[in-house]
């Protein structure tokens, strides 16, 4: 016979999932957010996103190409995310050179030395944002306002994010009484108006992507949920006991990186436990850690530092957690 | 709402192309080549010799041992040579070959028509008949029917589970054969169910499959003890231990037989058989293939001789696509694929599927992105990623501890992964090593 | 101010300290005692931990070195004779004369002579293709091509050659510690006395299968004709399984059977060329490019 056979042991099918269609499918989950950014921070909100998605697919490129000397795969998307996830997590109006340098942290030194996609045991994305929070604290916390476009990308006029004001004000011995008027409204908050990090502002834009990735069943349920319901019980025993010093659930959850944090960064793949049971203790850990760190710690916001955290966790909770497999016999049964 | 079991599973793209054509009759090839190891166990002896003359359903080869099973011409002819060929195995085996003239049957065997409801041998005797018969489980597994039919002392078996799931692609035998011989399934299943002194019998069908499960409803109502329930579509659901929970909520534990739950599993393709050999007398040399594929021009159910090449199965159906880059026996999760199409169709040839070339092509590897779809997929919630890399890395004690040994190979996990990863290759590879090395300590 | 550090100072001297002490105690309470000459032995080995001497590293050789009454059967093939000598300088004990061996690879089954009849698609593993089925040939018995013995050899003693689809081996590098013949689900590799100037001749060939099913299969087959073995003045050449097998030990490299190899599966390697009237049609199977 001319005609020479494929062999290959089974399965002989597969599925129409791949590596890029799932981060495409993330970059889909995230539009939402990014549109709802330039919706209210205009040109700066443009400018950052572009520069950092091209600087990180950039050093991406590079690293590979001249460095690793292995076929490229920035086509796969995973840079893209990335790139995307930083530019979310940054003021609309922080100069460009912090941005390229966020970049090359994010893709050089957290992903590219672990040996790339699938290997770093952290988030590039927020590695490099903590990074650029330590190093440039000046213009990585200060806010522009929302003003669409408005304003120009340099000379926007900035305030500070509703978990600054709650931070400071209690610092100064004023009760939450008092901050309530500074703050926005909820409703407000749900739906962006306030000033924060471009993608974490609007918390409907999130719900969006989230519903699209529940959908697509690229992720699943157990992390965000796990995530904003620890948090949501946590401050709600410390608003009970208190409510004069702390602050209600509902703020905690709409102010800040929780949205994103826990739809968007906590579910990266390469960083997050693989299994139910691990995703569930994994998301209890981030949610109690980011408020420990709200409440007690020195910076107003935690999310970052908590996903960074239990990222160190992972490698251990795969190696112990295991899920409760079929036909596992009980004991004496 | 149907049921289904509660872990893991894919839902690949049904491509039943052929579900409703109906089940035709192949005409005998001129020559067919019969191997003597169709069945999980012991190949079975050659009892002919070169040149002699054997009927249609004539024993040319005996069982070897208990899980063993016996061997019958499905043609009338001479026997040319006893030589050796590549089965589905992927390597030689030997087999008979039979040169066919006309087609004479064993006159035992009854060619009436006429269905038979009527039980009338005795447990015993319905065992006998089966080893005799050669029946084997014809779902794919080919395990000696005769073997699950003895249950051994101190075990009991309260209810018979007749698979009639049929969760692969592409595969519609199993469907037509319900749809067109379902009372002989039914009295089958009755068969089956005097053997095994129970009294309940459950037939699992997906619903896919409406039609099938409305007709044998309707049949089941004069069959004692028997119902039909309809599943949730979800692979793989054919899976012994997967339909036993999905039906009956029972767990079989690691390592065990469905018969430590009390139950056993048949598939409706051997209850037909079982009926053909109780009450006609007839041995299993002909089964339900078939043929399909996106490009075929024919695809279709054919009613085979065993030993019948599957070029001659392809002719029928209208002849080899150009764009053929893959032939699979069987569905395309579980299936084997063949390198040549002289490979002769045997008991556990349940299909035949021609897959075009940009399908036949595994997509490029790239790294594990740890995504967990893989422990998602497995219906026995085992970590496939690890087991290839324990496998990869030949670290078998760690493998085995992480339970290897469970797989049931259904493919689920390869199916599913992102980066195209070969898990369950190397899960296979790992999964032998590690019997080996348990068997290898018991010997000890 | 400065009694912060004071305290800061103390204490963790302190703490530093009942750790040191709590540290030398355990450290002696769990001493294992080990025979110093362990520690010199595995100074003098390789330290390549290819386990070519059947150990699982060289430190459990070492072990073995210094228990073991004489060193019959122990060998390090990665050192050889040096190595060996000098540890049995240091323990007192007499190393056995072990000949250098060297890896073969018992095909010659390219495409050009062993046509391919089908595509392997699975994972790029011998093992795996070896569990599935025959092969991309028809010979059930011959290389699979998926490079396991190359991925194996710690010492980069082997490559794949791209036209042959076979592994080559590279004399020079090899050490025979035979992690090649233990990777190869097919075995089929083999393990050959080294000969001087590297010489060999070998029957290039494992197909046990009858002439006519072998010869359909591969061209340069071994169909066990029985020719070699008559060719043969010095009883090396015997016939076992349908395939011809040269006794290193009684063979001569007299040459003699190359060129009554009707299939030319016999192989001579490092040869001069012989005198032009004998036509050779054995395959030139040394493509290293060391040599
Ligand atoms: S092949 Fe094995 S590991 Fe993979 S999904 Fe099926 S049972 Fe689980
Ligand atoms: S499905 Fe594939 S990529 Fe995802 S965790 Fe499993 S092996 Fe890794």
């Not at chain 2, 556990?348 to 997929?377: F, H, N, Q, W, Y």
């Amino acid at each position: 016979m001319s005609n020479i056979l494929n062999v290959s042991p089974s399965p002989h099918a597969h599925g129409k999932e791949t590596t890029k269609k799932l981060m495409f499918g993330v970059v889909v989950a995230l539009l939402p957010a990014l549109f709802t950014s330039i919706f209210y921070f205009g040109y700066g909100a443009i400018i950052v996103t572009t520069t950092s998605v091209i600087s990180c697919l950039a050093f991406e490129y590079l690293i590979q190409k001249f460095i690793f000397r292995k076929p490229v795969t920035i086509t796969d998307g995973s840079a893209l995310v990335t790139g995307m996830l930083l530019a979310f997590n940054l003021p609309s109006n922080i100069p460009v050179f912090i941005i390229i340098v966020g970049s090359f942290v994010s893709i050089a030194i957290a992903k590219m030395t672990f040996g790339g996609l699938g290997n770093n045991p952290f988030n590039p994305a927020l590695v490099g944002r903590v990074f650029m929070l330590i190093s440039f604290p000046v213009q990585m916390t200060s806010w522009p306002v929302p003003a669409g476009f408005s304003t120009g990308y340099a000379d926007a006029v900035t305030g500070a994010t509703p978990l600054a004001i709650i931070k400071e004000g209690l610092k100064n011995g004023e009760s939450l009484s008092q901050l309530v008027t500074q703050i926005p409204t909820p409703s407000q908050m749900f739906l962006g108006n306030m000033g924060g990090s471009m993608g974490e502002v609007a918390a409907f834009a999130l719900l969006i992507g989230f519903a699209y990735l529940l959908i697509k069943k690229i992720i699943t349920w157990h992390i965000p949920v796990s995530i904003i319901g620890s948090i949501m019980i946590f401050t709600l025993i410390l608003w009970l006991l208190n409510p004069e010093k702390n602050a209600d659930p509902m703020f905690h959850i709409l102010a800040g990186g929780v949205l994103l944090g826990a739809i968007f960064m906590a579910t990266d793949y390469v960083t997050s436990p693989m299994n139910p049971k691990s995703m569930i203790i994994y998301g209890c850990g981030i949610g109690i850690l980011t408020v420990i760190i709200r409440v007690w710690g020195a910076y107003p916001e935690g999310v970052s530092f908590a996903i960074l955290i239990m990222n160190a966790f992972v490698p251990l909770m795969n190696a112990y957690i295991k899920p409760k497999r079929f036909g596992e016999e009980v004991k004496n049964g | 709402m149907p049921k289904t079991f509660p872990i893991g599973g894919v839902h690949p793209p049904e491509n039943k192309i052929t579900a409703d054509t109906a089940i035709e009759l192949l005409p005998v090839p001129s020559s067919v080549v019969i191997p003597v190891s169709q069945h999980i166990g012991a190949p079975a002896a050659i009892i002919v010799n070169k040149g002699d003359y054997v009927k249609t359903g004539q024993k040319i080869a005996e069982s070897k041992g208990f899980v063993s099973s016996n061997i019958h011409s499905s043609v009338s002819g001479k026997v040319n040579k006893i030589d050796s060929i590549i089965d589905t195995s992927g390597y030689k085996q030997t087999a008979v070959f039979i040169d066919v003239e006309g087609d004479e049957w064993v006159e035992t065997i009854d060619r009436n028509s006429e269905i038979i409801t009527e039980v009338r041998l005795s447990g015993e005797e319905i065992i006998k008949k089966c080893l005799e018969s050669g029946i084997v489980g014809l779902g794919g597994a080919t395990f000696p029917s005769h073997v699950k039919l003895t249950v051994p002392a101190g075990k009991k078996c309260d209810v018979l589970i007749i698979n009639g799931v049929e969760c692969e692609p592409y595969l519609t035998s199993d469907h037509r054969l319900m749809l067109e011989k379902g009372e002989e399934i039914l009295t089958g299943v009755t068969i089956l169910m005097k053997a095994l002194k129970v009294g309940k019998a459950l037939i699992g069908i997906e619903n896919n499959k409406t039609d099938a499960i409305n007709h044998l409803t309707k049949l089941a109502t004069i069959f004692s003890g028997v119902t039909v329930h309809a599943l949730k579509v979800k692979y793989p659901q054919g899976a012994e231990k997967q339909l036993i929970k999905a039906l009956i909520n029972r767990e079989v534990p690691s390592g065990r037989l469905p018969l430590d739950v009390g139950t056993v599993v048949h598939n409706v393709g051997t209850a037909y058989a079982v009926y053909e050999a109780v009450q006609k007398n007839k041995p299993l040399f002909e089964r339900v293939v078939t043929i399909t594929g996106k490009s075929l021009s024919r695809p279709g159910n054919y009613l085979v001789r065993i030993g019948t090449p599957v070029s001659w199965l392809i002719e029928a159906a209208g002849g080899m696509p150009e764009d053929t880059g893959k032939i699979v026996s069987g569905g395309p999760l579980m299936g084997k694929a063949i390198n040549n199409a002289d490979v002769p169709v045997v008991k556990g040839t349940s299909g035949v599927i021609l897959l075009p070339k940009d399908e036949s092509e595994r997509m490029e590897i790239s790294r594990c992105i740890r995504c967990g779809k893989c422990i998602e997929a497995c219906a026995l919630n085992l970590e496939p990623y690890l087991l290839m890399t324990l496998s990869e890395k030949g670290l078998f004690e760690k493998a085995e501890h992480e339970r290897i040994t469970d797989c049931m190979e259904c493919g689920s996990c390869s199916y599913i992964c992102p980066a195209g990863r070969p898990l369950l290759d190397y899960i296979r590879l790992g999964k032998t090593a590690v019997m080996k090395m348990v068997r290898e300590r018991n010997m000890k | 101010m400065s009694l912060t550090v004071l305290i800061t100072i103390i204490s963790l001297s302190l703490l530093a300290l009942i750790s040191s002490v709590i540290l030398y105690f355990i450290a002696q309470k769990f001493k294992v005692f080990e025979d110093p000459r362990i520690d010199e032995v595995q100074a003098i080995l390789p330290a390549a931990n290819c386990g070519g001497c059947g150990f699982a590293g060289c430190r459990n050789f070492a072990e073995a070195l210094v228990k073991a009454e004489t060193f019959e059967g122990l060998n390090c093939p990665v050192g050889g004779a040096t190595v060996m000598g000098s540890v049995a300088k240091l323990l007192g004990k007499e190393a056995p004369v072990v000949d250098p061996m060297v890896a073969v690879l018992l095909c010659n089954g390219s495409p050009e002579f062993r046509p391919r009849t089908s595509k392997y698609n699975g994972a790029s593993d011998c093992r795996i293709s070896h569990n599935l089925y025959i092969g991309e040939t028809d010979c059930s018995y011959g290389c699979l091509g998926l490079a396991d013995c190359v991925r194996a050899c710690a010492f980069d003693a082997m490559y794949m050659n791209s036209e042959t689809e076979l592994p080559v081996i590279i004399d020079d590098k090899c050490v025979a510690c035979g992690a090649c013949v233990k990777a190869c689900p097919r075995k089929i590799i083999e393990l050959r006395k080294k000969a001087k100037k590297d010489r060999k001749i070998y029957v290039s060939c494992s197909n046990c299968e009858k002439g006519g099913p072998a010869r359909r299969a591969c061209k340069v087959t071994c169909i066990a004709c029985g020719k070699c073995v008559k060719a043969c003045e010095f009883d090396a050449i015997t016939i076992e399984n349908n395939l011809a097998y040269i006794d290193t030990n009684k063979c001569t490299f007299c040459r003699k059977c190359v060129t009554e190899c009707p299939t030319s599966c016999i192989i001579e390697v490092n040869f001069p060329p012989r005198k032009p009237r004998i036509e050779v049609q054995a395959e030139v199977v040394n493509d290293n490019p060391n040599v």
